[in-house]
């Protein structure tokens, strides 16, 4: 009896292996950042591991990190070409190909990155992905805590930047950069630290905890104390990718790919940032800058312009721009995450 019921199964495997046993699929995920600062290690990678769990182990998720298997103004196309499965993808490294999304990137708009990482989400996924990100799925957005100025001189008002060269977080703030007569200086993140060291850069706008991911402090001492812009990333999936797993494991990526997984990964990038925020303030070869209120004011009237601009390219590419805008400040304002 035992011998013909092995027989039998062998039999069934070859007719229906299918039916018989669970196929597991593993998924590539690539991202631009080393492995162990907080963009990943409190984000991308909790997230792929409750993926993991969520469906019992039938889907493995093999994170590829610190541009391994591309440049990271690459990744959008790398996960739209299916190269990748899954790629983090920083829109503003790839100047004007994202108009709608690009409001992310104005300074003075968003004050809280967890609330506004929901928002964001919120809003872009009813005016903007199907628009200019149709290739793709949008899993999360994944924001920093709000970023700031670091210098090797003392900056607190915007005419501290003309004349200087800096390294901006993305086209929006190049863009913000050049308004006040400096020179960007575009290079990604992981090559910041040798643009300040060949003294390429002067200055850099980067969240508080790249920092120290980046070990930046001895280059860049200086740091203007408010919240002065903010990036956000998003984590996009290849949709063959997706039609290509069982129902079971699609219903487990919709649930992991929502407004609120956006607030949850954007809850770990933000504690590493205060907490690095605090270790600067403790730091006594570090300064802290508080600007005054009219220096603040100062700041946030040289940036009105980047709306202007921000609406007049959206119109050019045939979007709705008070629609869209009107769109983005309600989802902000029913998030409470607007500056």
Known sequence: MKFKNIARVAALAIVAPATLFAQDTTLRLSHWVPEGIAP????????????????????????FPAQQLGKAPDHYDMVKQGIVDFAWVNPGYTAGRFPIYALTEVPFLVDDSVRGAKAIHEWYAEFGAPAEMPDVKVCFVHPHAPGTLHSKDKITAPEGIKGKNIRPAHATMARFVSLLGGGPVQVPAPEVREALSRGTAEAVTF?????????????????????????????????????????????????????????????????????????????????????TEEEVAAWRTAAEPLIAEWRDNVTAAGGDADAIFDGFVKSLEANDARY
Not at 267 to 286: H, N, P
């Open 207 to 291: 969240p508080w905890g790249a920092m120290y991911d980046f070990k930046l402090t001895d280059e860049v001492q200086q740091h203007l104390d408010m919240p002065f812009y903010m990036s956000a990333q998003i984590l996009l999936m290849n949709p063959d990718s997706y039609a290509g797993l069982s129902d079971a494991d699609k219903a487990v990526i919709d649930s992991h790919c929502t407004p609120e997984w956006s607030s949850n990964v954007a809850q770990g990038w933000f504690d590493d940032d205060m907490a690095a925020r605090e270790k600067l303030i403790a730091d006594s070869e570090q300064t802290l800058n508080v600007p």
């Open 40 to 63: 990943a290690s409190k984000g991308i990678t909790p997230w792929a591991k409750d993926v993991e769990e969520a469906s019992e182990g039938r889907i493995a998720i093999q994170v």
